[in-house]
């Protein structure tokens, strides 16, 4: 015991500081003070807790829980640092868990698995497209795998509650992740305990997002014409498929690191691949450890789940046409993560067996490889991830809307939901407005990938869009819509806004943004989800976290797991 | 020890590199406009 406590102790500071070091390689000019925004990555200064975001409004809850875990944590931070913290805990815990696995007491495997892990197309990829909230579920994921292994055992639920802690903040789509490592781990031990506690587990963290997500009029949407968008793609020679494999394969041609998919790197990276495969199977052909098979098992439904989109598209059509929740599968890459840590502790187990046969430099090899393969992913994806400050004119416009109590909301032009802003380097982002913001923002939710539209989803963009689509004037009705402010963002590629908005008084004019204000504007309601459901889900949700942290003297000297699970398997 | 913290500067001394090399590459390219402006991306 006093061993393997030593072992512990000394072995996670390092996969720790590694962690720290890559996160710090990879955000590079994102460290400067300012926000990093790129596609989904929307961080804004002094967010509030609005109804929207606890999805209380009627929209789809996809920003639930993890923007009012970002609001929260701005309340104690500058919200640039916030985003900072949570960015450089991804490759922390990433670097971390994976380390955790390998079933070694040698410090340079862990590593390797480590890196490998924090350090992957899959990371490069998934931070390039914003999706900060699924890599907080995904870095957590292999202490996931671990704590299912021991659903059953005593203290069991506890430690998986804790261990699902980030998927949970991350919300639907790091949960369901998560959700089917996990369920595939605890079933190949073939224990209906450990299975039972990992659905309620799920159940009871996924609450802050089902409950708005089921009570919202509009149910949940799906749009099975849109699954060819958002299906796997082949970012290097060997197709989709071997794209996956290699962890890569977002469907968004813009967000693949620069120089990735050449050739060369790919197929060594490729060859990197295989022999972790190939230590893992070794590793469970030769250790009677049913857990190991349940990851092995989690990464190849999550193999299958990732290619299903792109090459049976009508399959998961047919599902979303059921059920139209099984649109959380469309956007199939992001379930190679457990195929991820499979990679990950295979090559680790590869580096330890190359240790045991005095083969420093390929272990050594196996540390720096993920790393030399793709270089781009360095300083801020070669530039790509900078941090930028909210233009003056946002402050202004921000200072206005909040001073002011009459009742209405803001509408938001462009009608789009995504912009390439000037003053963000021209880098694409999510509209950033309805969380700088703190009064109820309608923005068109509708997103465009190449000439596929998913249809909006928020139930007032859907009433205004053919109004705002037509060309009409707008004033009059937006003013029967309960519209008290239009902001338009995106001045120079707007058109003629102020046509159609005679009659509105212009409250601001800057080059950044213009802002109208309607006077007299109807107080018009959101058709809300019952508050007092979600405020039950949410405290529901925090019982559990607080009881998964009662009677365990969490210290970094205690495993956060429980039993090492190295000295399970050796 | 002595091997964790080589592997350590290893892997910073790589990535370094792999930084310098990135940065001569992108060093003459430009703010990326990306167009259409309103889509979310293009695959």
């Keep these: 015991m006093a061993a393997g406590g030593r072992t512990w102790r000394t072995g996670w500071p390092l996969p720790a500081l590694t962690g720290l070091g890559l996160g710090l390689l990879v955000l590079g000019p994102g460290l400067a003070p300012g926000f990093v925004l790129s596609y989904d990555m929307v961080f804004v200064p002094d967010p509030g807790f609005t109804p929207w975001t606890f999805g209380v409004t009627g929209t789809v809850p996809r920003h639930v829980p993890s923007d009012a875990f970002a609001a929260a944590l701005a309340t104690v931070l500058p919200g640039d640092v916030a985003q900072k913290v949570v960015l450089l805990a991804v490759f922390v815990m990433a670097c971390m868990a994976a380390a955790s696995l390998v079933p070694s007491p040698r410090i340079l495997p862990r590593l390797a698995a480590g890196v490998c892990y924090a350090w992957n197309p899959f990371v490069a990829e998934r931070l390039l497209l914003g999706q900060w909230a699924l890599l907080l579920g995904y870095a957590a994921l292999p202490w996931v795998a671990a704590a299912a292994a021991d659903a059953d055992a005593r203290g069991g639920g506890r430690r998986l509650v804790r261990a699902l802690l980030p998927a949970a903040i991350g919300g639907f789509a790091a949960l369901t992740v998560s959700g089917i490592t996990a369920l595939a781990v605890a079933a190949a031990r073939r224990r209906g305990a450990g299975v039972l506690r990992v659905v309620l587990a799920l159940a009871v963290l996924s609450l802050p997002w089902l409950v708005p997500g089921l009570l919202r009029a509009g149910g949940v949407p799906g749009d099975g014409g849109a699954v060819e968008a958002f299906a796997a793609r082949a970012d290097t020679p060997f197709g989709t498929l071997g794209s996956l494999l290699l962890l890569g394969g977002v469907w968004n041609g813009e967000t693949v690191p620069a120089a990735y998919g050449n050739a060369v790197t790919s197929g060594v990276w490729l060859a990197v691949v295989l022999v972790a495969l190939f230590a893992y199977g070794r590793w469970c052909a030769n250790t009677d450890a049913p857990w190991q098979r349940g990851l092995a098992g989690a990464a190849a439904v999550g193999f299958a789940v990732a290619a299903l989109g792109a090459v049976a598209a009508p399959v998961l059509e047919g599902l979303i046409g059921l059920w139209s929740g099984f649109a959380v599968f469309r956007d199939g890459q992001q379930y190679a993560a457990p195929l991820a840590v499979v990679v990950a502790v295979g090559l680790g187990v590869a580096a330890d067996r190359a240790a045991q046969a005095r083969l420093g430099a390929v272990t050594a090899g196996a540390v720096l490889a993920p790393v030399v393969l793709l270089p781009s992913l360095a300083w801020g994806a070669a530039g790509q991830l900078r941090a930028v400050d909210y233009p003056d004119d946002w402050a202004r416009a921000r200072d206005i809307v909040h001073a002011d109590e009459q009742p209405g909301v803001v509408l938001l032009l462009p009608w789009a939901a995504y912009r390439s802003p000037q003053w963000n380097h021209g880098r694409r982002v999510l509209d950033p407005l309805p969380r700088y913001l703190h009064r109820r923002v309608i923005a068109n939710d509708a997103v465009t990938v190449d000439g596929t539209t998913v249809a909006a989803e928020d139930p007032r963009a859907v009433r205004l869009d053919p109004l705002i689509r037509s060309g009409a004037a707008l004033t009059e009705a937006l003013r029967r819509e309960g519209v008290r402010y239009v902001a338009v963002d995106d001045p120079a590629n707007a058109g003629s806004q102020a046509r159609r908005l005679a009659g509105a008084k212009v409250v601001l004019r800057g080059r950044d943004l213009v802002l109208y204000r309607i006077d007299g504007a109807a107080d018009v309601r959101d058709e809300r989800v019952p508050t007092a459901a979600v405020a039950g889900a949410w405290i529901v949700t925090g019982i559990a976290i607080v009881w998964s942290w009662l009677g365990s003297a969490i210290t970094l000297g205690t495993p956060l797991l429980g039993r090492n699970p190295r000295r399970r398997v050796d | ?43």
């Design chain 2, 1 to 43: 020890m002595r091997i964790a913290i080589s592997a350590l500067v290893g892997v910073l001394l790589a990535a370094v590199a792999s930084f310098g090399a990135v940065q001569l590459a992108s060093a003459s390219q430009k703010d990326p406009v990306i167009k259409p402006l309103y889509n979310y991306g293009s695959r």
